[in-house]
């Protein structure tokens, strides 16, 4: 299922604010977490938010995103990508939905504690940056005939 993953991440303020259970509403809707990393947050947050480098918000931007740890998570299975954005929400939470994550857990911008990439190109690139060779690992959970038609 890997042209079907879309890669999440807790940021450092979600690891702060003990959110790591919010991963939950993914498994919830049937996604299937192939791959989960806890690591010491995004080590080259300039190359990785280069599209934003002439934004006022830049250096904050980089520093938080350097701030603390953060919980990266491939999620496969059909649509990974365009549903993830919805269970995610919009990235300013104020246009966020509140039964979305972005929507319901932060309330700034610059602090919206979680990544997801926003086309499946830039979930492959992303997933290819965080995972070795034979990472994600090839394994079905027991349900997996359970979820998928
Ligand atoms: P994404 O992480 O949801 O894909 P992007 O649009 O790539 O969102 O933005 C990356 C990060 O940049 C956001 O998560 C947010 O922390 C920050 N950001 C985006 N727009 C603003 C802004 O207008 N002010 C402050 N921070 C912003």
């Not at 996604?31 to 480098?53: C, E, G, N, S």
């Not at 953060?70 to 939905?97: H, Y």
């Amino acid at each position: 299922m890997a042209s079907l993953s879309h890669l999440h991440c807790l940021k450092p303020d979600s690891m702060q604010h003990g959110l790591v259970c919010k991963i939950k509403c993914f498994k919830q809707k049937r996604f299937h977490l192939a791959d989960v990393k806890f690591l010491w947050a995004l080590r080259t947050p300039k190359q990785h938010y280069i599209h934003w480098k002439d934004r006022p918000f830049f250096p904050r931007l980089a520093k938080y995103r350097n701030s603390g740890s953060i919980l990266a998570m491939v999620w496969e299975g059909p649509n990974a990508m365009k549903t993830g954005r919805v269970i995610l929400g919009e990235t300013n939470p104020v246009d966020s939905k509140p039964r979305a994550i972005c929507g319901n857990f932060c309330i700034q911008v610059g602090w919206c504690i979680i990544h997801g990439n926003g086309s499946v190109k830039g979930a492959e690139k992303e997933i290819k940056l965080r995972c070795k060779p034979k990472e994600p690992a090839d394994y079905r959970s027991c349900a997996f005939n359970w979820a998928y038609e």
